[in-house]
């Protein structure tokens, strides 16, 4: 009797959560828009500084601001990597 409730219950559960779930593409493409966003950033930064594309000036900038970016991130990764830790999420490795 019982198993007739459960299994009804489990179906219903799994219809509701899966649309929230993304698909890879979504994921693809909501990074794709995020890097294409600080693509447009960093060339404005540039820009204001009176270089062009093609300036040894402006190329600097552009690499120095992938740069701080990619410090910035792996800055953001350890201090979420040490909270888990903290929280007991994840084994030391």
Excluded: W
């Amino acid at each position: 009797m019982i198993r007739r409730f459960i299994v009804p219950a489990a179906l219903l559960s799994l219809v509701l959560a899966l649309p929230a779930c993304a698909s890879r593409g979504e994921v693809e493409a909501g990074r794709l828009a995020k890097e294409e966003a600080s693509k447009a950033e960093d060339d404005a930064a540039c820009r204001s500084a009176n270089t062009k594309p093609g300036d040894p000036a402006y190329e600097a900038c552009r690499r120095d601001l992938a740069a701080k970016r990619a410090n910035k991130a792996e800055i953001d990764y350890q201090k979420a990597r040490d909270f888990d830790r903290v929280l007991g999420g994840l084994n030391d490795f």
